[in-house]
């Protein structure tokens, strides 16, 4: 049995300044309201799910973008709405968020 249930990793890395990158479109201040937004909810820790930022995962062209484990589903966000329907939908209730969805 895996730790979590589902773990989101929100990519925050940085780049050279003036070139895209997660972090340059808000990902550090998302990664931090789905985190609190979890734990405020007793949603957080062992057995339910986990919140994680990571350096870059490759995606740079459709930033800002988490991926949820163990369904390996890449997600494109703007703002937490989009945070608030992944949380709710996908990470709580294990249904995808089509139109946030990334192949």
């Not at 972090?23 to 986990?50: S, V, W």
């Not at 350096?55 to 740079?60: A, E, I, K, N």
């Amino acid at each position: 049995m895996s730790h979590y249930t589902r773990h989101i990793f929100f990519c925050n890395n940085q780049r050279k300044e003036g070139e895209d990158c997660c972090a340059k479109f808000g990902a550090k201040q998302m990664y931090r309201y789905t985190k609190d937004k979890c734990r405020n909810e007793g949603k957080l820790g062992a057995g339910k799910i986990g919140v994680s930022e990571s350096r870059c995962l490759g995606r740079c062209e459709f930033g800002p973008v988490a991926v949820v484990y163990p369904d390996n589903i890449w997600y494109q966000y703007i703002d937490e709405d989009d945070i608030d329907e992944i949380i709710n939908e996908h990470l709580i209730a294990g249904k995808l968020v089509n139109r946030l969805k990334i192949d």
